[in-house]
């Protein structure tokens, strides 16, 4: 019993870490890298950044699917001569994707700008390094081998992290280089990760598992679709921009976009804690911690936005050149308070409650919602800003139709989320009127007044959550 205990508190430890140093390399690179680029060669390599973060739709749902199915197994338990053949699967797959893109490449190549040409190559060439590395990668974290698979992702980081160490020292300030640098990283890191599961990779398999790979994509799909929204509707916005808008504008928008990611990825790490301890709570008890966790964690992400004046104060001081991307940052920092909202809480409870199919219609609903704002603020206005406003709608409303499907599901009174939604909206017209404010000036003043709004609107929820934890503590202590 203790060296399972021993043995979760390492796994515990090592997934947190590893995922808070990719955050920190995340940050560091952020604003490293757009100084040392020009504007660009900053908006080129963000060319390859918006559309490979859609490389795990190319395994089709595959590797969720097998997620599902397998997700109880331990390593000693896996049927590996089946395993051996998803693994077959898996490099034909990615084969067949990579050949049909590289096609379409060559036989669109002499409409687009080289500099684009080259980017799209890339993509092409990184697709299965990055699928096929989450193919294992998932298998030693369903196999509860999280403490290798953590090795990676050190190792990723650290290689990152000597990429633009490298760069700065040497001045190859071309969005060629990171790329190129990048594609390395992403093949080590490929095959390491094979090598860690070469018992998968290599040896005799069973012949025939078409009747079970279709299942599995078709169980996986939806499931892999849900976790990609988020990234699909700042996706879609920034599609948008780098295809109707000039280069340097797509470097702003970019630039602003990069900032909100690293936060959405602190949200997700957070998201995989909340599930396995929601589960085990009393069905009883859902409507209300339902409401506890939605204010709780309203009043959290309003005081994140805070980071945008640290992001604002930085690009002032540090980045010059990219003082047109703080609108853009402000305008699209407001969808953290939702997106938080939505993942930590409905995204949740919509698998606790086993809700798969209003997951993925919700989530289909978010997508096209997107879509269509985005399309009537380009015909309307014309202008990037405009699209980064209707991002924002589109999470609005995506957070509201959720709450309500919540709110009828579990009978909620609905003066709790009255007050809820007051307090978030209070609080973003003040985010909001304070942008033309001096930027420590904002920061404090928007911090007191977020304060006061929070604690008139949740003072209840403020001395519930004290009263817990003061249980929690008095319990670990007994």
């Given at each position: 019993?203790k060296k399972?205990?021993n043995?979760?508190?390492?796994?515990?430890?090592?997934v947190?870490s590893s995922?808070?140093?990719t955050?920190?390399?995340?940050?560091f690179?952020g604003?490293v890298i757009p100084?040392?680029l020009?504007v660009?060669?900053y908006?080129?390599?963000h060319?390859?950044m918006l559309?490979?973060?859609?490389?795990g739709?190319?395994?089709?749902g595959f590797?969720?699917?097998?997620?599902?199915?397998?997700?109880k197994y331990n390593?000693?338990?896996?049927?590996?001569?089946?395993f051996?053949?998803?693994?077959?699967?898996?490099?034909?797959?990615?084969?067949?994707?990579?050949?049909?893109?590289?096609?379409?490449?060559l036989?669109?190549?002499?409409?687009?700008d080289s500099?684009?040409?080259i980017?799209?190559?890339f993509?092409?060439i990184n697709?299965?390094?990055?699928?096929i590395?989450w193919f294992?990668s998932?298998?030693?974290?369903?196999?509860?081998?999280?403490?290798?698979?953590?090795y990676v992702?050190y190792l990723?980081?650290i290689l990152?992290?000597l990429?633009?160490?490298c760069?700065?020292?040497?001045?190859?300030?071309?969005f060629?280089?990171?790329l190129?640098f990048?594609?390395a990283i992403?093949?080590?890191c490929m095959?390491?990760?094979?090598?860690?599961n070469?018992n998968?990779v290599?040896?005799k398999?069973?012949?025939n598992?078409?009747e079970e790979?279709?299942?599995?994509i078709k169980?996986?799909f939806f499931?892999m679709l849900?976790?990609?929204?988020?990234?699909i509707?700042?996706?879609i916005?920034?599609?948008?921009?780098q295809?109707l808008?000039s280069i340097e504008?797509?470097a702003?928008?970019?630039?602003?976009?990069?900032?909100?990611?690293v936060i959405y990825?602190m949200?997700?790490?957070v998201?995989?804690?909340?599930?396995?301890?929601l589960?085990?709570?009393?069905?009883?008890?859902y409507?209300?911690y339902?409401c506890?966790?939605?204010d709780?964690l309203?009043v959290?992400s309003?005081f994140s936005l805070?980071?945008?004046?640290?992001?604002?104060?930085i690009i002032?001081?540090?980045?010059d050149?990219?003082?047109?991307?703080?609108?853009?940052t402000?305008?699209?920092?407001?969808?953290?308070?939702?997106r938080?909202?939505?993942?930590?809480v409905?995204?949740?409870y919509f698998?606790?409650?086993?809700?798969?199919k209003?997951?993925?219609?919700n989530?289909?609903f978010?997508i096209c919602?997107?879509f269509?704002l985005?399309?009537?603020a380009?015909?309307?206005f014309?202008?990037y800003i405009y699209?980064a406003i209707a991002?924002?709608i589109?999470f609005i409303i995506?957070?509201?139709?959720?709450d309500w499907?919540?709110?009828r599901r579990l009978n909620i009174?609905?003066?709790?989320c009255?007050?809820r939604?007051v307090?978030?909206?209070?609080?973003l017209?003040?985010?909001?009127a304070?942008l033309k404010?001096?930027t420590?000036?904002?920061?404090f003043?928007?911090a007191v007044?977020?304060l006061l709004?929070?604690?008139i609107?949740?003072?209840p929820q403020?001395?519930?959550?004290i009263?817990?934890?003061?249980?929690g503590i008095?319990?670990?202590?007994?």
């Amino acid at each position: 019993m203790k060296k399972i205990k021993n043995e979760n508190t390492k796994n515990v430890f090592m997934v947190i870490s590893s995922n808070l140093l990719t955050i920190l390399i995340a940050l560091f690179t952020g604003f490293v890298i757009p100084k040392q680029l020009s504007v660009a060669d900053y908006a080129y390599y963000h060319v390859y950044m918006l559309y490979i973060a859609y490389a795990g739709f190319l395994h089709f749902g595959f590797v969720n699917g097998i997620y599902l199915k397998y997700g109880k197994y331990n390593e000693d338990e896996l049927p590996i001569d089946k395993f051996r053949k998803f693994s077959k699967i898996m490099f034909a797959m990615q084969g067949i994707v990579v050949a049909l893109l590289a096609v379409i490449l060559l036989l669109t190549f002499r409409k687009m700008d080289s500099n684009n040409v080259i980017a799209y190559a890339f993509i092409i060439i990184n697709i299965p390094l990055i699928n096929i590395k989450w193919f294992y990668s998932s298998i030693n974290q369903f196999t509860k081998r999280f403490v290798i698979d953590s090795y990676v992702t050190y190792l990723q980081n650290i290689l990152t992290l000597l990429m633009v160490i490298c760069i700065v020292v040497t001045h190859w300030y071309y969005f060629e280089v990171l790329l190129i640098f990048t594609t390395a990283i992403n093949a080590v890191c490929m095959v390491i990760v094979m090598w860690q599961n070469k018992n998968i990779v290599w040896g005799k398999s069973i012949l025939n598992v078409k009747e079970e790979c279709v299942g599995l994509i078709k169980s996986g799909f939806f499931l892999m679709l849900s976790e990609f929204v988020g990234i699909i509707i700042l996706g879609i916005d920034s599609i948008f921009v780098q295809n109707l808008f000039s280069i340097e504008e797509f470097a702003m928008y970019s630039f602003a976009v990069s900032i909100i990611t690293v936060i959405y990825t602190m949200i997700s790490t957070v998201s995989n804690l909340i599930y396995p301890y929601l589960v085990r709570v009393d069905e009883n008890r859902y409507a209300e911690y339902y409401c506890l966790m939605s204010d709780v964690l309203s009043v959290i992400s309003i005081f994140s936005l805070l980071a945008f004046y640290v992001a604002k104060f930085i690009i002032d001081i540090w980045l010059d050149k990219y003082t047109e991307s703080i609108a853009i940052t402000a305008i699209l920092f407001g969808t953290v308070i939702f997106r938080s909202l939505i993942m930590l809480v409905c995204g949740n409870y919509f698998k606790v409650l086993k809700m798969i199919k209003e997951y993925t219609q919700n989530n289909v609903f978010a997508i096209c919602i997107s879509f269509l704002l985005d399309l009537l603020a380009y015909l309307f206005f014309h202008d990037y800003i405009y699209i980064a406003i209707a991002s924002l709608i589109s999470f609005i409303i995506w957070y509201v139709v959720t709450d309500w499907i919540f709110i009828r599901r579990l009978n909620i009174p609905l003066n709790g989320c009255v007050r809820r939604y007051v307090c978030i909206v209070f609080c973003l017209i003040a985010f909001y009127a304070l942008l033309k404010v001096e930027t420590i000036v904002s920061f404090f003043v928007y911090a007191v007044l977020a304060l006061l709004i929070c604690v008139i609107c949740f003072k209840p929820q403020f001395v519930k959550v004290i009263e817990i934890l003061k249980g929690g503590i008095k319990k670990a202590r007994d």
